[in-house]
């Protein structure tokens, strides 16, 4: 829906809202996809701020991806699944007319199953591995403390009611 679609959709709305429509059956005689919060919202904006309410402020930047964008890009990432964020944003913009942000598209993919894994694997190999090797490096620390008795040292020292607590300590 262009700007001015959207412009006239919402007065359209907000009309039936004035002549005592219920908002859900207002938004959805009108086309608007809304919530009842923003439609009341809408409705006290228009009261206090008439024409100017209209006027979407959000510049061009969509909420959320409609259905329409939505099954583009579902199609063109199962067809090429390995296809990257900045390309889908500059083919949107060029066939669809639709801006969208690479972060934006990114947390869309990746809602919908449809992120780039095989790229992302290639970036960072080792993935859970590293995780597991930096988890079990702090297991051989503590392991290695526990051995040599400076675990138990550590403890004493702690619990004790000495003004100094690691003066036991002798390392």
């Known amino acids: 829906m262009e700007q001015a679609q959207r412009r006239a959709a919402k007065e359209q709305m907000l009309e039936l809202m004035q002549a005592g429509v219920s908002w859900r059956e207002a938004a959805a005689t009108a086309g608007v996809q809304t919530s009842r919060a923003t439609a009341y919202r809408w409705k006290q904006e228009a009261r206090i701020r008439g024409e100017a309410a209209l006027q979407d402020g959000r510049h061009g930047h969509p909420a959320k991806v409609l259905p329409p964008v939505l099954n583009w890009l579902e199609l063109r990432c199962q067809a090429t699944s390995l296809v990257a964020s900045s390309q889908l944003q500059k083919e949107l913009q060029e066939q669809r007319g639709v801006q969208i942000s690479i972060s934006h598209l990114n947390a869309v993919r990746a809602t919908h199953g449809w992120s780039n894994v095989t790229k992302q694997a290639k970036k960072n190999p080792a993935?859970?591995?590293?995780?597991?090797?930096?988890?079990?490096?702090?297991?051989?620390?503590?392991?290695?403390?526990?051995?040599?008795?400076?675990?138990?040292?550590?403890?004493?020292?702690?619990?004790?009611?000495?003004?100094?607590?690691?003066?036991?300590?002798?390392?």
Do not use: D, N, R
């Not at 988890?135 to 004790?160: D, F, H, N, R, V």
């Open 127 to 171: 993935g859970e591995e590293a995780k597991v090797q930096e988890g079990a490096g702090g297991l051989l620390l503590l392991a290695a403390a526990q051995e040599t008795g400076l675990l138990s040292k550590l403890e004493t020292a702690i619990t004790s009611s000495g003004s100094e607590p690691f003066a036991e300590l002798h390392i």
